[in-house]
C-alpha cells in the first residue's frame, strides 16, 4: 500500500532540499520520475522550460511534471539559494478527494506553459511557511513526525492549486480588456530571438525527423555554427543535448501509453536503438522496457 509505503521512507516519496551556493557550474537538462516544487530565493537564474525561458526574482514558484525538460542558468553575482521538493505524484493523489485534485496544477495546462506563480509578499510568507515547516519535519525522526510532514505537504500543494487558479482567473479577466495575452505574457521573461523561438517551435513538432545542425541550419537559412552559438546563448546548454531531452519526454509518453519501446524509439528519432535505450536509461533511470510496465 502506497501510504505504507511513505511512511516506512517517507523521503523516498517526498524529498527535500534547501541548497545555497557560492560556487557556479552549468547544469544540464533535468527530466526525471518526481513532480517538482521549486522556490527561488537568491541568485541569477535564468530557467529554461520547454521553450520558455525565466528570469527569476525572490518569491518565484515554479511547479513542473515529469514531462517537462527544464534546467536553470545560474550566473555569478549572488549566492544561488533556493528550495526544492520532489514527489511522487502517487502520494499526492492518494491524498486527494474526489472534487480535489493535488496535482490538477501539475497536469491540467498545456506542456511547458504556466510554470512560474509570482507570489505577492503575503504568499510567499504562507508558501515558506510551509516550506520551513517541511524542512524542519523532514530532519525530525522521531515517531509520529512523517504524518505531520504528509499533513503539511498536502497543505502546501492545496494552497498552490489555489494560487494557480487564482492567477488564471485574474489573467484571464485581464485578457478580456486587452490585447494583451496576460496568461502568457513574457514581458517579465528572458526573451529569446524570434528565429530560435521558431526554431524551438519545429523541434518540438518534428522530433521523428533528422534535427542534426546541418539539417536546421538549412530549413532556417543559418550557418549551423551560429545556429549553435545562438542557443548555447539564450539556454546555457547546446541544441544537441536539448533535442536527446525532447526526444526522451515523447518517448516517456508513448511507452506510458503502451507502445512497445521499438516502435517509440523510431517515433521519437533514435533511427538505432541501442542509442535510444543508452540514452533513455541514463535520463530516466530504467531501461524502456521496464519503463512502461512500471
Known amino acids: 500500500m502506497l501510504i505504507e509505503k511513505y511512511y516506512n521512507n517517507p523521503s523516498g516519496l517526498i524529498s527535500f532540499s534547501h541548497s545555497k551556493d557560492d560556487i557556479f557550474y552549468e547544469m544540464d537538462f533535468h527530466l526525471h520520475e518526481f513532480y517538482e516544487i521549486y522556490f527561488f530565493i537568491s541568485g541569477n537564474v535564468n530557467y529554461l522550460i520547454e521553450k520558455q525561458i525565466y528570469h527569476l526574482n525572490f518569491g518565484d514558484l515554479i511547479i513542473m511534471n515529469n514531462h517537462e525538460i527544464h534546467k536553470p542558468s545560474v550566473f555569478p553575482g549572488e549566492p544561488y539559494e533556493r528550495i526544492v521538493i520532489h514527489f511522487d505524484p502517487s502520494i499526492a493523489s492518494t491524498m486527494s478527494s474526489a472534487d480535489f485534485n493535488l496535482i490538477e496544477c501539475f497536469v491540467n495546462r498545456p506542456r511547458g506553459k504556466y510554470n512560474r506563480l509570482s507570489l505577492k509578499n503575503e504568499q510567499v510568507d504562507h508558501v515558506l511557511n510551509y516550506l520551513y515547516r517541511i524542512e524542519n519535519l523532514s530532519k525530525n525522526s522521531d515517531k509520529g513526525y512523517s504524518i505531520l510532514k504528509l499533513t503539511c505537504f498536502t497543505e502546501l500543494l492545496f494552497y498552490i492549486n489555489k494560487l494557480y487558479y487564482a492567477q488564471q482567473e485574474i489573467a484571464q479577466i485581464h485578457n478580456s480588456f486587452s490585447n ?25 513538432k518534428n522530433l521523428e525527423d533528422d534535427l542534426s545542425l546541418e539539417a536546421l541550419g538549412k530549413r532556417f537559412y543559418l550557418d549551423k555554427y551560429y545556429l549553435s552559438r545562438l ?25 506510458s501509453e503502451g507502445h512497445n519501446a521499438t516502435f517509440t524509439s523510431i517515433k521519437c528519432g533514435f533511427n538505432d536503438y541501442s542509442n535510444f535505450y543508452r540514452m533513455f536509461k541514463k535520463a530516466v533511470g530504467v531501461a524502456p522496457s521496464r519503463y512502461k510496465v512500471r
Open 180 to 204: 494583451i495575452n496576460v496568461l502568457d505574457n513574457t514581458d517579465t521573461n528572458c526573451m529569446i530571438p524570434e528565429k530560435l523561438a521558431m526554431i524551438m517551435d519545429y523541434i518540438d
Open 231 to 255: 542557443f548555447k546563448k539564450y539556454t546555457g546548454s547546446n541544441i544537441h543535448d536539448y533535442i536527446v531531452y525532447k526526444r526522451i519526454s515523447k518517448a516517456k509518453r508513448f511507452l
